[in-house]
Every structure is written in structure tokens, then in C-alpha cells.
């Protein structure tokens, strides 16, 4: 397989390489800003789950770049990896359902509150859809509960979310806090993904509501939200972002995007500097790795239910309905063909 293969089928991937973005989920956030101007008059922002960083990069080139003066506009990235350093950027490595992340933010801001939080995180994929929708809702809950402690009063916060059987909880949650609660799939985001992005405006906390990082988050023995029916039941908006000329993140394009430019190969623009899977890959290139015990098949370029890569899989992401754009699960196959692991972000 060519590595140019990768660009033809994946049309944000190798646009993300050539404009120097570090994820293809640059886009992600570039298509909803368009959408909600979610940037107006921000100068503190928190990027949740930020590496390798590329919404990072989007913030950097968005707030720094149209700012009268740049150091007045302050953006901090979290993530439990490390990730390499970005311009503006000050990092902390850190968990986000931690309170001393919190505490670091705020001691980062002297006090004051943040205009805007973002979040992409994603926990690492295990193939049961179940159990990853949970651990996603549970992630963006304690996204939710640190943005509490740092967001200020009519700010906005907007988080990853998948579309799962537990999402109308989700939204009631949302709800509590915001007032105005909207569901977006940018166009860069694939339709055969789950994968969808709240966009919460109007940071407005319950009265004599005091942040903590202990609430409730999902409760397994409520399992009938969706029953509820009339005032009981939250519905919150869906709207497609990304100008409708956008490319299409489902299709395949021609190498030659431009009749007068010819194609040209690009590397990653940020490989990730100290992965968790690095000792596997490791004691792979060495033959020390025990062979896993599952049936390895061939994917083809073309199989929409593959998980977007075009290299061997373990067999467990054969489904297209969970969120495959964010898994290493065909970590070790992929790594060593592939030149990034954070083409599929
Ligand atoms: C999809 S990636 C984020 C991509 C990023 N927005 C970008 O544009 O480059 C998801 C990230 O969530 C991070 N993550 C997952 N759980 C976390 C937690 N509890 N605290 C901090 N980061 C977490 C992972 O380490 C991973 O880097």
C-alpha cells in the first residue's frame, strides 16, 4: 500500500498535514467556530485532552494570531500524555478528573475565570461499543465537572459526545449548567462515526451551586431516560457545521485536489514524543511481543466498516457505528506501516 493511499481516502487527513495542523480534528473545531463563533472576544481558554494538539494549534492561530496584543490571551492545554510544546500554549500533564488539575488551571489564570473550555477527549477504544460509549459519557461528565470550577458565567463549553443509548441523559445534565445546549457534526467529522460535539452556551450554574469534582455522574439504574416523554424529556438541536462546500470526510478524492497544483506528499507534522504504546512497538520491532490470540484479517481500502486505516486490525473494530477516528486498536499492525498514529484523530 502506498502512503499516499491514506490522502486519497482521507481527505482531511492529508489537508491537517498540509497546513500543518498535528490532527485531522483541527477541522472539527475550525467547522464549529464557523458555525457558533465560538471564538468571539476570547482571551482564556482551556483545551481538554488536548495532545497531540492540533485544537490547541487552532486556538493558538485563532486567538493569538487576531489579537491586538498576543501575550494577553491565554491558553492552557491538559492532557495525561505529554505533548509536544506549541507557541502561546502552556501546557500541564494531568488528569482532568483530578481537582488538582483544576487547581493548577485557575493558579495559571491568578483567579480569574476562563471565557471558553474545549474538550476532545477520548478514552482509549476498547471495540465493546457499550462500555466505550459509557466511558466517553463519563469522561465528558468529568470534563463537565472540571469546566464548573473554571468556566465564567456565560461562557462557553463545547465537548466530544457520542450518540449513544445514554446521550439524552447527557443533554438533561448539559442543560442544568447552560442555556443553550446545541448537538454539531462538523462535515470533518465522518458520518459513519458516533462521534458528535455539544456545544454548550451560556454557562449559567444552578443558584448556590458550588464546583466539585464528586457529582453524580452516570447511574446505571436510571435506564429509561429516553421514555420520558413532553417537559420531562430534553431534545436538544442538531445542526450540521461546515460549509456545505466542505469536503466530504465519507468520500474518497483524486491525489490531484486542484486541476492547476500537482499532489505532492506530506509527512505528519507533529509524530507524538512519548506515546504509552512505545515499549510495545519496541518488543514488536524485536520479536518479544507475544502474539495475541485473535484472528488477524485484511482490510480493504475501500471497507466502510473498517476502522479508517489501511493496514491489518486485530479484528475488533468491524463495526463503523462506534467511534473508530480516535482508536489505536490496530496499534502495533498500523504503527509500523503507517507514519503516525494521530492521523485517525
Ligand atoms: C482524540 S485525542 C485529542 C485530540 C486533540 N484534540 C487534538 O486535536 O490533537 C484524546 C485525548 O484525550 C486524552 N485523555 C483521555 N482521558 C483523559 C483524562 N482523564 N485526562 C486528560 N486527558 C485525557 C488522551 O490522552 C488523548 O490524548
Known amino acids: 500500500m502506498g502512503r499516499s493511499s491514506k490522502d486519497k481516502r482521507d481527505v482531511y487527513y492529508r489537508l491537517a498535514k498540509e497546513e500543518g495542523w498535528r490532527a ?37 492561530r485563532k486567538l493569538r494570531g487576531n489579537a491586538e496584543n498576543p501575550e494577553d490571551v491565554k491558553i492552557v ?41 474545549v474538550c476532545d477527549g477520548a478514552p482509549d477504544v476498547t471495540g ?33 459526545i457520542f450518540r449513544g443509548k445514554d446521550v439524552t441523559l447527557l443533554y438533561s445534565q448539559l442543560k442544568l449548567f447552560f442555556k443553550k445546549v446545541t448537538v454539531a457534526k462538523p462535515r470533518s467529522s465522518r458520518n459513519s462515526s458516533i462521534e458528535a460535539f455539544a456545544v454548550c452556551e451560556e454557562y449559567d450554574p444552578p443558584e448556590g451551586y458550588v464546583p466539585n469534582m464528586m457529582n453524580p455522574l452516570l447511574d446505571l439504574q436510571y435506564d429509561d431516560f429516553n421514555q420520558l416523554t ?11 457545521c461546515g460549509d456545505l ?38 518488543l514488536k520491532r524485536q520479536n518479544k511481543l507475544s502474539k495475541p490470540e485473535v484472528k488477524v484479517s485484511q482490510v480493504t481500502p475501500n471497507d466502510s466498516s473498517a476502522c479508517n486505516t489501511d493496514e491489518l486490525c486485530f479484528g475488533k473494530c468491524d463495526n463503523a457505528t ?10 502495533l499492525e498500523k504503527l509500523q506501516l503507517s507514519d503516525s498514529n494521530i492521523e485517525n484523530l
Open 24 to 60: 485531522r480534528s483541527a477541522f472539527k473545531l475550525l467547522q464549529i467556530n464557523e458555525e457558533f463563533g465560538i471564538f468571539k472576544g476570547v482571551t482564556k481558554v482551556v483545551d481538554l485532552c488536548a495532545a497531540p494538539g492540533s485544537w490547541s494549534q487552532v486556538l493558538s
Open 77 to 117: 492545554a491538559v492532557d495525561l500524555q505529554a505533548m509536544a510544546p506549541l507557541p502561546g500554549v502552556t501546557q500541564i500533564q494531568g488528569d482532568i478528573t483530578k481537582v488538582s488539575t483544576a487547581e493548577e488551571i485557575i493558579s495559571y489564570f491568578k483567579g480569574e475565570s476562563a471565557d471558553l473550555v
Open 128 to 160: 465493546l461499543h457499550d462500555l466505550d460509549e459509557y466511558i466517553q459519557a463519563q469522561l465528558l461528565l468529568a470534563a463537565l465537572n472540571i469546566t464548573t470550577h473554571l468556566l465564567k458565567k456565560g461562557g462557553t463549553f463545547v465537548a466530544k
Open 230 to 240: 413532553g417537559v420531562n424529556r430534553v431534545i436538544v438541536p442538531f445542526i450540521a
Open 245 to 282: 462546500s466542505a469536503f466530504d470526510s465519507d468520500r474518497t478524492y483524486p491525489l490531484q485536489l486542484k486541476d492547476a497544483e500537482d499532489y505532492v506528499y506530506h509527512p505528519p507534522t507533529q509524530v507524538p514524543i512519548d506515546p504509552p504504546y512505545k515499549e510495545a512497538v519496541l
Open 322 to 331: 462506534t467511534d473508530c477516528e480516535n482508536e489505536e486498536l490496530c496499534t
